[in-house]
């Protein structure tokens, strides 16, 4: 196994390379303000660049290193489509096998869409889910859900499109191609990532499943961005093993992610032999357009966008670029490879960094696609905040400075229990003079209800998107439903409150 391991070194910090992305790196930090950042690029199949900038944890005095751990989110994809990928070389799985032969309970909300949805459906986003759909199941953490939850929650999510004809993201059949890999692969999907993947690759810090992070060490705690300022989210030392892991919970340092980037653009021997050319094609290949956006032709003179298995392709300056993104919960990351030349880049970062994460890869990316371009960090930072406030102006949020608690008698008619079949029961009871919503399977979801003009709203105690309660009183022996809705319509898709579809099902607890 250790001959699958390739060192990873950069050149010397005196490189004239190393100037031009300082300057890049250091520009990107001073416009966001960021707490913390690993940052590694590849040439010609050679490590050119390594740079760690801030701390571990905002005032800690803790240094980023290229050996910190990070969450790389969605990154994780890439890693579970590998080992499905490995799965089919052994013989055990094969990409057009109908679910329900590795998950008998598994089911979507259309019968004909269950008998019909094949190992690769789960890894492509074109389900038929709503983008996001069921993600409340994931997060906010920590939460109850079980895998075993998310395989019977299915079914009640309605579909927001029809079966294989588009492209909208989600989390949720990530977490079901884990499960797949699990049955075909005899052992948890914890267990299989560290077996097949982690360990022949020698991704020796790279953590999945249960594990603690002062045995550990070394570990990069995310951060919110609040009053100007970044404020750590604070986690326990012992990491449990997550619902999401398949979909985005696994940690690496910059080291482990440089090596598992070369093992995509200049693989051995060996690692040929570790996952074979056919399923690295596979894996790599178009199979779900995705639509261009107007920013995407106008930057990169794109013409094409699609989704592979846990890897996103699209055309940039005429070169083919292989990438995908993580955002999870105050971290941020992105690895972006130009097969055709053997070259690409990884960051991470461990705070608030959507612009700062949209800018920096832009201007990476333009180093290889078009070096001779003159735009740069400030350029693509104004672009987005033109681009935000333009928005802001057409979209306006709703005015909240005048919401007000609303009291438990204006609320009498709607106070209860109430249920969703797929995320379960929740109580929206008074409370020392307030009413109060709790989810029963997510504690975090816990806010008081608010009277905005008209209408009311949840506001939540720990910092997640707000959102609208809508009640439907009692008709044709029907009980009294509740819909809810973002209260910024362009907020987080995983703030999938628009899916839901509860009915009062008694009152509220004496």
């Not at 438990?408 to 009871?429: K, Q, V």
Request: hydrophobic share 40%.
């Amino acid at each position: 196994m250790a001959s699958l391991v390739v060192p990873v070194h950069a050149e010397s910090s005196s490189t004239p390379s190393r100037v031009v992305f300082d300057k890049i790196v250091d520009a990107t930090i001073a416009r966001y303000h960021l707490p913390g950042i690993a940052v590694g690029v590849i040439e010609n199949g050679k490590v050119v660049y390594t740079a760690t900038r801030g701390e571990t944890t905002a005032g800690s005095g803790q240094p980023i290193t290229p050996r910190t751990l990070f969450k790389i989110a969605s990154n994780s994809k890439a890693m579970t489509t590998a080992l499905l990928g490995r799965l089919v070389d052994q013989g055990k799985l094969r990409w057009d096998d109908p679910v329900t032969k590795y998950l008998p309970d598994f089911r979507m909300h259309d019968p004909w869409v269950t008998a019909n949805m094949r190992v690769a459906d789960l890894l492509t986003h074109s389900s038929g889910l709503p983008e996001g759909g069921g993600d409340l199941m994931l997060w906010p953490e920590p939460n109850a859900f079980t895998r075993a939850d998310i395989v019977h929650g299915l079914r009640f999510i309605k579909p927001g499109y029809s079966f294989r004809s588009q492209y909208q993201y989600d989390n949720l059949l990530y977490v079901v191609a884990g499960e797949v890999a699990a049955a075909a692969g005899g052992a948890s999907y914890e267990t299989l990532m560290h077996r097949e993947v982690f360990a022949p690759l020698g991704l020796d810090r790279c953590q999945v499943g249960a594990w603690n992070r002062d045995t550990v060490g070394d570990v990069a705690t995310p951060h919110r961005h609040e009053g100007g300022r970044n404020v750590s989210i604070s986690e326990a030392a012992a990491i449990p093993a997550i619902t999401s892991a398949a979909a985005g919970g696994i940690r690496c340092d910059l080291v482990d992610m440089l090596s598992w980037a070369r093992n995509w653009l200049v693989p051995t021997p060996v690692q040929l032999k570790w996952l074979s050319p056919q399923q690295r094609k596979t894996l790599q290949a178009p199979h779900m357009l995705i639509p261009v956006s107007a920013q995407r032709r106008a930057w990169d003179n794109s013409h094409i966008m699609a989704y592979g298995y846990g890897w996103r392709m699209t055309d940039v300056d005429g070169q083919w670029n292989v990438w995908h993104t993580g955002t999870l919960n105050g971290m941020y990351s992105m690895l972006s490879l130009l097969p055709d030349h053997h070259s690409g880049f990884v960051f991470m970062i461990n705070g608030e960094a959507d612009d700062a994460r949209t800018v920096l890869g832009e201007v990476l990316t333009k180093h290889f696609t078009a070096p001779e371009d003159t735009r740069d960090v400030a350029w693509y930072a104004d672009a987005l905040a033109r681009k935000a406030k333009q928005h802001a102006e057409k979209s306006p949020l709703p005015d909240t400075s005048n919401q007000t608690p609303a009291t438990p008698a204006e609320m009498a008619a709607w106070t209860g229990t109430y249920r969703d079949p797929w995320f379960g029961d929740i109580t929206l009871c008074p409370h020392d003079g307030k009413v109060r919503f709790a989810a029963m399977k997510s504690p975090t979801l816990t806010g008081t209800v608010m009277r905005l003009g008209t209408r009311r709203l949840v506001h939540w105690d720990n910092g997640e998107l707000d959102a609208w309660l809508d009640f439907h009183a009692a008709k044709d022996q029907q009980p009294i439903t509740l819909h809810m809705a973002k209260l910024d319509p362009q907020g987080d898709f995983s703030s999938d409150y628009e899916d839901l579809d509860f009915q009062r099902t008694g009152a509220c607890p004496p």
